[in-house]
């Protein structure tokens, strides 16, 4: 089984996020970065994969800047084979169209038999690019999947994804692509021994050139501002919980009028 | 001459709420850019709705049908809606952010070479350009966004945006659609859809969340406050209460599950970390119940009450129950 997993390095979710006074962006100083939560259930589900079928290749993509390595590495610690990271400065501009374009051109030169991204990274929100992905690679794509089960012959799987309330069960062709919801799995942590090994493992470096990219953005983003700070209301201590109870469903009716 | 199109999402055999929000909206820019609305709906069965979108400002309903959309499929959807964009030539296509939107808008954005911008809660026009405002980091910070090639194609947030009636004629126009089956997809095997008139977190209207103060996964008393509430709430969970595997996932609220924007939001025992906030900070009234008086939550709360949940909530139902019989 040979696996793509399309992964994203995001600022932690612990990071309290501020906005540069230009409004340009976020200011990235002594931000710790992660991998993206969902791409660590797609490097988990794969790693499952390749044991399940006894033989196979976890890849790993991402396109980012030089700090992207770190979380490259990271997932190659988790015992994905190798990496992929697509470094260029004009790939950086935070269009999803532009990074599927990049994971196509990348995915174009690897064999695989399924590709896996996040349903969302958690830095943008935008949901797009494994949607996007499938799309230019001419591929079906299953998203938001909680559970996975590809046939012996690997020609087909059967996925369970998240639907508004409820589940639905589909069966994909392969190769497909495929985003990772939580439920998928419990990531598993890199291992000492892991790390020691994935300091060895190669990881090939590519440019928007190597792919046959011209980095033309679809999107931009202006105007960053804060949320407008909520404001503590009031506040009903020390008081019987019959009492704080009432005041606060007649508050929701009279004077929030919610209910 | 600029136009607008917009998507109706039909899940289940009935058209979802923010089909209605996407008309309000679609409408007031297509009026501020001098030009008309449509909108699109599959499958068979959808002509009945639209009268209902003509209370809302739809001009023209093309219903696109055809044996393969029948059904959902984000290949076959997507090929249709990229059609008619392509025939129609909308400057402005606007699609829900609902799980069925995700699905939908980057396929059919990606078949048009553009980038579709998702999950806007406001939009307003700069000429002919639409600029949409979003939550960026589960809502940590907004940017404006601006799509810089035709179509400018955008999802909303459900629930969001203001639903407004402007009658119009909502002419139906239906436009057969053979798709290229030649391009592999999915085939869905089972659906399995809760029965009951359970709302999803992301489209509820009031939304009742348990945290790790429930103690456990007895939900009964935030189940019980939801039904008071009836059909329009629904329960959240903490992350906390998700990963003791007292609530599924989908139940999730914050940063690593779902943003979500309710009239009402009443978090029970959940003290409120960075990535929950975020999640749920842009509720329009937030009530808080922890007996933690320090809990981060109530920063956030209009209405806290520092107390035991347990001894709290049961009285908060009867109350509740009492006001809404009247």
């Not at chain 1, 470094?87 to 174009?108: C, F, H, R, T, V």
């Not at chain 1, 064999?111 to 001419?138: K, N, P, T």
């Not at chain 2, 699905?103 to 990606?110: G, N, S, V, W, Y």
């Amino acid at each position: 089984m040979k696996s793509l997993v399309c992964l994203k390095q995001v600022p932690d979710t612990e990071t309290q996020i501020k906005v540069k006074p230009d409004a340009t962006g976020i200011v990235t100083d002594g931000i710790k970065y992660v991998i993206n939560p969902y791409d660590e259930y797609s490097v988990e589900e794969v790693l499952r994969l390749k044991d399940k079928f006894k033989a196979g290749e976890v890849m790993i993509l991402s396109v980012g800047p030089d700090r992207t390595t770190e979380a490259i590495r990271t997932a190659l610690a988790m015992g994905a084979d190798r990496g992929i990271h697509v470094n260029d400065e004009s790939l950086n501009q935070g269009d999803p169209y532009l990074i599927a374009e990049a994971l196509a051109g990348a995915s174009k030169q690897v064999e695989y038999d399924v590709i896996f991204c996040g349903h969302r990274a958690i830095d943008d929100d935008f949901s797009e690019v494994g949607a996007m992905l499938a799309e230019l690679l001419q591929l079906p794509q299953v998203t938001l999947v909680t559970k996975v089960e590809v046939s012996e012959d690997k020609k087909t799987a059967t996925i369970e994804r998240d639907v508004e309330g409820g589940r639905e069960t589909v069966e994909v062709p392969l190769p497909c692509v495929l985003t990772s919801q939580k439920g998928l799995n419990e990531p598993r942590y890199a291992s000492l021994p892991g790390i020691m090994k994935a300091k060895k493992k190669p990881i090939d470096q590519k440019t928007a050139a190597d792919l046959g990219i011209i980095a033309e953005a679809r999107s931009l983003a202006r105007n960053f501002s804060m949320p407008s700070e909520r404001q503590a209301g009031k506040k009903y201590e020390n008081m019987e919980p019959a009492e704080a109870a009432k005041a606060v469903v007649q508050a929701l009716r009279n004077e929030a009028k919610v209910i | 001459m600029s136009n607008v199109m917009i998507y109706g999402e039909i899940k289940a055999g009935k058209i979802k709420k923010t089909a209605f929000e996407l008309a309000s909206e679609g409408r007031r820019l297509a009026d501020e850019l001098g030009g008309s609305l449509s909108a699109v709906l599959m499958g068979s069965q959808a002509e009945q709705f639209a009268p209902e979108l003509a209370r809302y400002g739809v001009d023209t309903v093309y219903i696109a049908e055809g044996r393969e959309l029948e059904t959902y499929n984000s290949e076959y959807y997507a090929q249709a809606l990229a059609h008619l964009i392509g025939e129609k030539k909308p400057e402005i296509v606007l699609i829900g952010h609902s799980m069925q939107g995700k699905d939908l808008a980057p396929r059919t954005a990606a078949k048009l070479g553009v980038t579709a911008i998702a999950d806007c809660v406001s939009f307003q026009l700069e000429g002919s350009t639409l600029v949409g405002n979003r939550p960026m980091y589960a809502g940590k910070c907004y940017a404006q966004w601006i799509a810089i090639k035709s179509p400018q194609i955008a999802s909303a947030r459900p629930n969001v945006l203001e639903i407004a009636e402007n009658p119009k004629a909502g002419t139906v126009e239906k436009v057969s659609f053979s798709p290229d089956i030649s391009r592999s997809t999915y085939v869905t095997k089972d659906l399995n859809l809760d029965t009951s008139d359970k709302v999803d977190l992301t489209e509820a209207e009031i939304i009742v969340t348990g945290g790790r103060g429930m103690g456990g996964s007895d939900y009964s008393l935030l189940e019980e406050m939801a039904a008071i509430f009836g059909s329009r709430a629904t329960i959240g969970a903490s992350r906390a209460s998700v990963d003791a595997g007292w609530r599924p996932h989908s139940d999730q609220v914050g940063q690593t599950g779902k943003t979500v924007t309710p009239n009402l939001y009443i978090a029970c025992g959940i003290s409120g970390s960075i990535q929950h906030l975020a999640g749920m900070g842009s509720s329009k009234v937030i009530v808080a119940i922890n007996k933690d008086n320090e809990a981060p939550i109530f920063t956030k709360a209009d209405y806290g009450i520092v107390a035991d949940l347990f001894k709290v909530v049961p009285e908060f139902n009867k109350e509740l129950k009492a006001l809404l019989a009247e």
